[in-house]
Every structure is written in C-alpha cells, then in structure tokens.
C-alpha cells in the first residue's frame, strides 16, 4: 500500500481532477505538510483562466482548491507557484490566492537568511508583471511585509515607481497605497505622497479610501478640515466634531 502523502493525493488528483470531492480531499490534506507538490497542483494554481457563474463547473474543483494546499505546505515551491497566479474569478483573482502567498511569504521570510531573497522575489515580480492576479497576490504581500516591520528600506523605489506607473489595477495599487502608510514618514517619497493626497481628495472608490487611511496614519487627515468635510462628512467647529 502506499505510505506516503504526496504520493497518495497525486493519484488522487490524477485520477478525479474534475470531481467535487477533490476539492474535500484536498481540504483534508491542507492540514499537512506536502512536499513537493502534485505537478497538477501547481498548473491548477498557475493556469491563465477567468471563471464566470455561468461558466462555472465540477471541473474548476481543483483550480479553487489548490492555493489552500500550497499555503500549508509553506514552501519555496509552493511560494513560486502561488506568485504566478492565473485563476479569476469574475475578473477578480481569488482571495484565498492572495492569503496564500502572503502566509507563505511570511513563513519563509521568518528565517533571517531568507528574507532578502523572499523580498526580492516579490519586487521582481512587481516590476515586470502586467497580468492583474499576479499584481494583486503581489501588492498583498508586499503590504503584510510593511505591516509587519518587514519590509527593507532598499524594496521602496520599486514600489514607489509601481505605484506611480498607472499600469496596476486599482485594487492592487490601493494595497500598495496602505503599504506607505506602515513605513516611517519620512521615508515615503513626496511624490507618492502628491499622489495619495490627490486620490484622497478625489477617488470615491476604494483607492481613495486607502488614501485617507494612509494619511490617516500619518496623523495628516485631522488637521485638513476641508478633506474630512468632503468625503467623510465631518464638521469641525472649534473642538467639537459633527456630522453632516
């Protein structure tokens, strides 16, 4: 009989690839450390597809399951695949892709050695990525790592230039909008900052809201009355605040 985990979920996966309950095979063995990956796993998490409601079927059980095994198993490997995402959903790439990659991110990165490397890995990525679910499982990373007091001072103009460039997705550049509000306020470029006043001031959407986050942060946001005024409806007469 077969031992070995890995070897028992590739005949698995080989065997029912369109099935349903590979989805429930491979929840139950995201609970453990698979290494290395079944191949048909990481082509599921790196397959260049857009699923709709009405297109959707049996046969997309594997593509929506993959990215939880990859982010037990926490490896270099599964790191590699969950940064080449090609899974959308609806024209937006899957949450629990995006989490994939900044959990296992953060796992290898817990190691000192390899940090750099992990961060690097990222902002290569960045650079050169125009496909829209690579962006965003990027972006998403990126921010945990400013989050988490991770992020090195060398990773910043690759960012800022990100940022900058116009060629992100809005969701994506909203995550690196909240990214510069994590880092220290002298370190973020004036022209980013131009920028993430002028989003605050004029985008209703969400980029504008994680531009007000970010001043917020930067404790800007309560001084400029006129700001709070129009979008968030505040009233400041004196020291008394109200609403409109």
Known sequence: GITELPQWLQLWVDREPESYSTSEIIEDFAVFRIE??????????KERRNI?????????ALAFAAPKLARCAGTEEA???LLDPGLEFENDVLLETVESLTD???????????RDWTVQRLLDTLVRSEIAPQQAAVCRALQAFAANGLLPPYALPAISTAFLSGRIRTHSVAR????????????????????IRKLAADDHDVLGDRALEVLARRKELAGDVDLLTRRLGVIVVGDQIDWQ
Request: contains cysteine; proline residues 15%; hydrophobic residues 45%.
């Open 36 to 45: 290395p990956l079944p191949p048909k796993i990481v082509s599921a998490i």
């Open 52 to 60: 709709t409601k009405s297109s959707h079927s049996k046969g997309d």
């Open 79 to 81: 790191f590699e695949a």
């Open 104 to 114: 296992v991110a953060l796992t290898i990165a817990a190691a000192p050695p390899r």
């Open 176 to 195: 690196l909008a909240q990214l510069f509000g994590y880092l220290p306020p002298e370190s973020v470029p004036e022209e980013v900052l131009a920028c």
